[in-house]
Antibody
């Protein structure tokens, strides 16, 4: 079964750090670009960051640039998001998602179940 | 950055109704648009990619169209399981922005 499972969420104080993980199974992880998407409570989806299959290309949303770092370990089928200098507005469910390059177009075709990050004193 | 504006933000409809959701891009994105369905407490699910191509396993009552800056998602005959929030997403260029969502509720 193709699956993504996130972990590492929790409660952290403003200014603190947290590292999220996403473990992939059921597909050849090393051949896919991967992404983090977040959703603050009661709001819509916000793309956070992308990393190419061999980590050559990395992109961030302006809202997290300089504070978050995306990385991956293809040997461990794992994607990571290191989050530093956390703010209250970073409170959200964080999803990892696979970027699929279809013949006609691209999309995020596989999503994890999400992990909740709460930034509060 | 490319902005996506969905309309309406809320939609009330009945089982069996035909509904249309629109997504407008702030600049042309060719057909690099996807639609997702999200139910409460669940991860989004891919419905349509490349503006009009149905993802495998998605019922044929869902359809997408458009290119450039204007796109539509249509549901031909609403089923109880279709009441959810729908998002469009552009994959033309980073940042890969999402629309603000359309919440489809039972009338």
């Amino acid at each position: 079964e193709v699956q993504l499972v996130e972990s590492g969420g929790g409660l952290v104080k403003p200014g603190g750090s947290l590292r999220l993980s996403c473990v992939a199974s059921g597909f050849t992880f090393s051949t896919y670009n991967m992404n983090w998407v977040r959703q603050a409570p009661g709001t819509g989806l916000e793309w956070v960051s992308s990393i190419s299959s061999i980590s050559r290309s990395i992109y961030y949303a302006d809202s997290v640039k300089g504070r978050f770092t995306i990385s991956r370990d293809n040997a461990k089928n794992s994607l990571y998001l290191q989050m530093n200098s956390l703010r209250a507005e970073d409170t959200a469910v964080y999803y990892c998602a696979r970027l699929w390059f279809g013949e006609l177009g691209d999309a995020f075709d596989i999503w994890g179940q999400g992990t909740m990050v709460t930034v509060s004193s | 950055d490319i902005q996506l504006t969905q309309s309406p933000s809320f939609l009330s409809a009945s089982v069996g109704d035909r509904v249309t959701i629109t997504c407008r891009a702030s600049q042309g994105i060719s057909s690099y648009l996807a639609w997702y369905q999200q139910k409460l407490g669940k991860a989004p699910k891919l419905l349509i990619y490349a503006a009009s191509t149905l993802q495998g396993g998605v019922p044929s009552r869902f359809s997408g169209s458009g290119s450039g800056t204007e796109f539509t998602l249509k549901i031909s005959s609403l089923q109880p399981e279709d009441f959810a929030t729908y998002y469009c997403q552009q994959l033309d260029s980073y940042p890969y922005t999402f629309g603000q969502g359309t919440k489809l509720e039972i009338k």
